[in-house]
């Protein structure tokens, strides 16, 4: 089982990145879909979730709420982070997780599987 996150990078405040997480060998429909980030020196952060089984219920972290969209797409095995109006703090390492079960418990930090993260540097 593997994820790989990919899409970031060196943004101006107020810019956007689209964040992708790619599943191999998993079948995503049935695992909730989390993104977290970590800043260095700082503690592990959740910043979105996407329900499985089907339901698409969405989370967000109060930090991203109105700014970041999660999104999934089980036919391709891939989840999407899209991260708009940038802010110097949300300079990080984000990664993609998957849970067999319910995003409150993912966001917990039951995580099941996780990527190596992508780096997102928001910075003029």
């Known amino acids: 089982v593997q994820l790989q996150a990919s899409g970031g990078g060196l943004v101006q405040p107020g810019g956007s990145l689209r964040l992708s997480c790619t599943a191999y060998?998993?079948?995503?429909?049935?695992?909730?879909v989390g993104w977290f980030r970590q800043a260095p020196e700082k503690e592990r952060q959740w910043v979105s979730c996407?329900?499985?089984?089907?339901?698409?219920?969405?989370y967000y972290a109060d930090s991203t709420k109105g700014r970041f969209t999660i999104s999934r797409d089980d036919a391709e095995k891939t989840a999407a982070l899209q991260m708009n109006r940038l802010k110097p703090e949300d300079t990080a390492v984000y990664y993609c997780?998957?849970?067999?079960?319910?995003?409150?418990?993912?966001?917990?930090?039951?995580?099941?599987?996780r990527g190596q993260g992508t780096q997102v540097t928001v910075s003029s």
């Open positions: 996407i329900s499985g089984h089907g339901d698409r219920t969405t």
């Open positions: 997780a998957v849970h067999l079960g319910p995003c409150q418990t993912l966001l917990a930090g039951t995580i099941d599987y």
């Open positions: 060998k998993l079948l995503t429909e049935y695992y909730a």
